[in-house]
């Protein structure tokens, strides 16, 4: 293995914010030749959810996405805190956003990269069977929660209603594990 190349020589993280850091690693790419820096964002790992209500309607959020200026129908999602098991996360982060406890939780598949080129997270998608929504459930603020049927979500995905890669990553690999069918 030590032969192997390209070799990272160095590694700097650069704090940013709570929620992310820059790193600047130094790659040597054959031996002797000089060495290029490259960056990546560095963030904790992302959770995707495909949730089904008992009435078969799969629960979406709206919310405003500061990095794009604008809002976006997504999948129920959120960050893996430190220490966190990814399947009880993607059940606190469903209850948080949408109101639906988690009966069942199952993997869509090992964790995947969200973006190769300069991202280091990954992200876990999970299918989860929900029960009734809680009684009294209030969205936090700014947050739209819509119950869709797969043909409406179909409909909003091939309108341009619904951007978010990660989130048809996520719905792709839930069809994929026979969990959801979205009309053509």
């Known amino acids: 293995m030590a032969d192997e190349w390209p070799k990272i020589r160095s590694r700097h993280t650069i704090p940013i914010s709570p929620w992310m850091d820059v790193l600047a ?16 964002v560095s963030q904790l790992d992302y959770l995707a959810i495909v949730a089904v209500t008992p009435d078969g309607r799969i629960p979406i959020v709206r919310q405003y996405r500061p ?19 990814p399947a009880a ?38 299918f989860v069977q929900t029960g009734e929504r809680v009684a009294g459930f209030v969205p936090e603020p700014g947050l739209t929660v819509a119950l869709k049927s797969p043909s409406e979500l179909s409909a909003l995905i091939k309108s341009g209603g619904f951007i978010q890669q990660l989130h048809l990553g996520a719905l792709l690999l839930a069809e994929l594990g026979s969990f959801l069918t979205l009309p053509k």
Not at 25 to 40: D, L, S
């Open 89 to 126: 996360a993607s059940a606190r982060e469903l209850l948080e956003e949408t109101g639906y406890p988690a009966l069942a939780v199952h993997s869509l598949g090992l964790p995947a990269s969200p973006c190769t080129g300069r991202l280091n997270n990954r992200v876990h998608s999970f």
């Open 67 to 85: 990095a794009i200026e604008d809002f976006t129908w997504e999948l129920p999602a959120g960050l893996l805190e430190r220490g966190e098991e």
């Open 25 to 40: 690693r130094e790659v040597e790419f054959t031996p002797g030749a000089k060495p290029e820096i490259y960056h990546a």
